[in-house]
């Protein structure tokens, strides 16, 4: 294909979402169209680079998935200009709308965050995610929220499952935030919750006493009086209803689909999130020794097991594992299923009846595949992560960490496209679990699966960044970043958000945690939990940049703007590789070289003898630079350097001003779960709305006591 042929369809692409855009823009000038938006553990499965072809165009925006993903990079959220005017969670659930009066309160002058205490013990669980629904796509509204399971037994003091509304502090009138609404639904949660898309139905996979496990639908409705300790009963008769009637019940209430195998008899899930086919209202789940199960009528009809044509079905029969599932993967594009097995073996299972199951050959010989696939659905590439190879080809002689990458049609057997990402180790002991990792905003604006893949690596020795480059879908060598810990622990998945509206300018961060000795400057060094977020903002052509904004280059350094202006029109500049070094762009902007990525940098200490190209934070929080060997003085400079590149006398050692860092931390007790977006709005626009969500996987103090927390933190300085 030609560029011109090419640059028509991006702009084709382009024009049909902004139809559809001002679809839902448009309407009654006085009142928003009712859209809104779920993000939730799935949609970090199912990615779309940039259709480049009039087929590619015509499958992708045929997706749902398509245009939420669309939504999330092009649309920017505003505060209701009348707080008085319906939204669609009124619409949707009326008594909401006498609990959202007055709700909305003005913007302050600073953002914050918040930690409710979950119950004592309490997680989403590692590798789980909460679930969040914006009620618009194009309004930040008070009534958004976002449900934790808390991994829990339910009781009549302790929620399975809960939601939080009232969400952005300095938006949302204090507290921040409410509990929404908090149930009992008789079981213990230790899966993902997944949102339908009008917002008011959610679904999740619970155990009940360890022996079988039950898809539950609910139906939620506000209320001010439940709590995580004083949830509502959902297991009664009146509120726990039958499939058949499920669809007309009113809420709150819930029914409960038993997973069974082949022959009908029930059988556990602890392993595998559902995963929600809105095209064709299915939910996909996995279960205990390798069974898929298919629930139709999910969200929109009678729900209930498809127990006919073949389903569920044993996908791993004929080999020895047996083991359970990891969460599946639908794939609109190919119409094919994609799931691991915790005994290392990926599978692609067709939807058509009877389905046919094709087994890789093992590719996980440590963990298993706990962590579902990422599917590229434009590119029909799908990436799969290996917690141990079963080779002996690392440093030492031992197995490697690895993504290998698969085509929808592999072949039985095949073992596909692997990427290295550090070292494992040999079992027992296992190494620690490989999760999934994430695509950066290049390679989702590509025409042509060009771009970058963030992981977590090196599963057998201390939690590492790697970025692997991808070139027209194929796996280039990768990249290792920054070393989140001292100890060899567990590491969370990555999550990636672009931000085109970050205060400061367009900004990218990539997040991470690891569950012990963290390195992070705000988490307890050598000892805790840490989570950890790495700007990797790419420079772009064309674009005005200020001083102190901050890019990754090519080389995984961070440029740090030192005079403001335009960059050139591509390719990027040569970007000088040493530290404190300048890179000339185009008319007056100039970068300097602050360095690769570090989880920290150590503060200034007295007295201390100090070498060239040390650095240090200073008490501004921005990031000095030894550029002599020298001895610092016996009190700490009485002013830093406020200009970047501007210099510091300290007694026999001088200083260079490199910046603010690149990355953020907060301690996070035990590490944390994945972490799911929020909004991408700019500091005028709401305050407060633009973080992150997770819950912590150990205990420690927050709002209400001290247990497992839910957490919302900000995007951009993780506080």
Known sequence: MNGTTARFLRLGVALSGLAVLGWVLTGQASEPVREGMPTDWSHRHVIFSEPSTFEQVAQVTSDPRYWQQWYRNHVT????????????????????????????????????????????????????????????????????????????????????????DNLYVGGCTA??????????????????P??????????????????????????????????????????????????????????PCMTEIYLVDGSGTDIDDTTSSAFPDYSHDILWVGGALGWLHQISGAFLGTPGEVTTGGFPVQTNVGHPFGNSLS????DRTSGNVFVGDYGGIFYRVTTASPPVVTASGQIDHGTGLVAGPVVDSTAEKIYVFSSGDGS?????????????QFLPTFAATSTGTEAIVGTSQVAPPNPNAMYEGAFDSTYEASGNATGNFYVCGNTGGAPTLYQIPIATGVMQAPIAGPVLTSATTGCSPVTDISNPNATGGIAEWIFASAQASGLGNNCAVGTGGCVM????????????????????????????????????????????????????????????????????????????????????????????????????????????????????ADGTESWRMLGPPATFSVAASGGTSGIIID???????????????????????????????????????LK
Not at 220 to 244: F, Q, R, Y
Not at 327 to 330: D, K, L, Q
Not at 685 to 714: D, E, H, K, P, R
């Open 77 to 164: 959220r505003t505060l209701p200009t009348d707080s008085g005017a319906p939204d669609d969670a009124a619409a949707v659930n009326p008594d909401l709308r006498s609990i959202e009066a007055g709700r909305l309160g003005t913007e302050a002058s600073s953002a914050g965050a918040w930690s409710e205490d979950l119950g004592t013990g309490a997680t989403v669980g590692a590798g789980n995610y909460p679930a969040k629904y914006s009620h618009q796509i194009n309004i930040a509204s008070c009534t958004d929220y976002v449900v934790f399971n808390t991994g829990l037994a339910g009781s009549p003091t302790q929620a399975s499952i809960v939601a939080y």
């Open 175 to 192: 507290p921040n935030p409410k509990t929404y609404w908090a149930y009992n639904t008789g079981g213990t949660v230790l899966t993902s």
């Open 194 to 251: 997944v949102i339908s898309r009008d917002g008011t139905q959610v679904a999740f996979v619970e155990t009940n006493a360890g022996s079988e496990g039950i898809l539950v639908l609910l139906k939620w409705a506000a209320s001010t009086t439940e709590t995580v300790g004083s949830p509502m009963n959902l297991t009664l008769a009146a509120t726990n209803v039958s499939k058949s009637a499920y669809r007309a019940c009113t809420a």
């Open 327 to 330: 969460s599946p993967v639908y």
């Open 392 to 404: 002996t080809t690392c440093t030492g002689g031992v197995p490697c960490s690895a993504v290998f």
């Open 533 to 648: 977020n790495f700007n990797v903002q790419p420079w772009l052509p064309g674009h005005g940049y200020t001083a102190g904004q901050e890019i990754l280059d090519s080389n995984l350094n961070i440029q740090v703007c030192r005079t403001a202006g335009t960059s050139k029109a591509a390719p990027h500049p040569t970007w000088t590789v040493a530290v404190d070094g300048s890179t000339t762009d185009a008319g007056t902007l100039r970068w300097t070289n602050q360095g690769p990525h570090l989880a920290s940098h150590p503060l200034w200490q007295a007295g201390h003898t100090y070498t060239l190209g040390d650095e240090i934070l200073d008490s501004n929080g921005n990031v000095e630079y030894a550029h002599k060997n020298g001895k610092s003085a016996a009190t700490a400079p009485a002013t830093w350097s406020g200009i970047i590149n501007g210099t510091t």
């Open 679 to 717: 909004n991408n709005v700019g500091s005028a626009t709401m305050i407060g709305a633009s973080q992150v969500y997770f819950s912590t996987l150990g205990s420690q103090a927050c709002t209400g006591g001290t247990g497992g927390c839910a957490v919302q933190a900000s995007q951009s300085a």
